[in-house]
């Protein structure tokens, strides 16, 4: 994700930190880069070159060892839950996986094959007929596609990313999904990361449980360690006591969420078993929030215009009435 166009960077000791600056806020993209034990400065030295700029320092989507390696003083909330299926051993029995073997066992019937590719390399038909899905998946919505953290046809289209694709017989395509490669040092790739995720409408039903699945297949039979199914943007955990912050991101989120379903997309997830690990937003003190919140929304809609959002919130409160 750090290689994205709208990222900065900063180095900070022998590693480096991506960000993005909205709104007075400088929000540092997951974790720093560093060797084992250079998190706490990396941290130091972001905070102290966004502050020298007159920016507000925060991190967004932490791991649990930056949630550790926070500057003193600094507050850390649970904002998702990283979505993680192991995948030695992996196999689709018993009660847990019924929908999982059922999207499997109908796509067999129905003539849905799944191929795994880059899509970089693949022919102009296939990438138009991505390109039209998402095109109609976005086009819904009535607001700009979401960024910051959720990639592109653009960003699938990387020669280091890989592609889980549904056609049926006739060569037409159903639905698509893209996996970013997870690295453990050293260039090794441990795992893959779950990004887009597109289908056509009025295809195959159960297209993403046939895709996740199979696509969850081929990197076990590849002897990768994991598969993330990422977490859904601005969705607290259940169990996760509420505090000032989520008044915050609740108003940001209670506006996307009747467009883009991210609380359904966490339900959709648990059909794959998965573990989870929090993902954190690591801040100075409350008394940033509000501008957080408007930098938040921007990194997440950067192309949105005042009159998108009044429009789209008028739209969604007509609906719900």
Aim: charged letters at 20%; one cysteine or more.
């Amino acid at each position: 994700m750090l290689s994205w166009p709208a990222n900065r960077y900063m180095a900070v000791g022998d590693g480096v930190v991506g960000y993005q600056a909205h709104a007075g806020v400088a929000i540092m993209l997951g974790d720093p880069i560093t060797p084992a034990g250079g998190q706490s400065e990396a941290f130091a030295e972001f905070t102290r070159v966004t502050q020298q700029a007159g920016l507000i320092p925060c991190a967004f989507s932490a791991n649990g060892v930056s949630e550790q390696a926070r500057p003193k003083g600094w507050r850390a909330v649970v904002v998702a839950e990283d979505t993680i299926v192991d995948l030695p051993g992996l196999e689709f029995k018993g009660k847990s996986w019924n929908a999982v073997r059922t999207s499997i066992n109908k796509a067999g019937r129905e003539g849905i094959t799944f191929r795994m590719a880059r899509l970089a390399d693949e022919p102009w038909s296939t990438l138009a007929q991505v390109r039209a899905i998402s095109e109609q998946w976005t086009g819904d919505k009535g607001l700009p596609e979401m960024r910051f953290t959720l990639g592109t046809v653009e960003e699938a289209l990387d020669p280091e990313v890989y592609v889980g694709l549904a056609f049926d017989d006739e060569g037409s395509l159903h639905g698509v999904t893209s996996w970013l490669p997870v690295y453990a040092g050293e260039g090794r790739i441990a795992g893959w990361t779950l990004d887009l995720m597109r289908r056509r409408d009025g295809g195959f039903g159960p297209v993403m449980e046939f895709l996740i699945a199979s696509s969850a297949q081929f990197f076990a039979e590849a002897g990768y360690e994991f598969v993330s199914l990422s977490g859904a943007p601005l969705v607290r955990p259940e169990g996760v006591d509420a505090g000032p912050v989520d008044q915050v991101l609740e108003q940001i989120g209670g506006m996307i969420e009747p467009l883009y379903g991210f609380k359904s997309l966490h339900r959709f997830k648990q059909k794959f078993n998965p573990r989870s690990e929090p993902m954190y937003l690591l801040f100075r003190d409350e008394g940033d929030l509000p501008r957080i919140g408007i930098a938040l929304t921007r990194a997440y809609l950067p192309d949105a215009s005042l009159r998108d959002l009044v429009a789209s919130a008028t739209s969604v409160s007509r609906s719900a009435t």
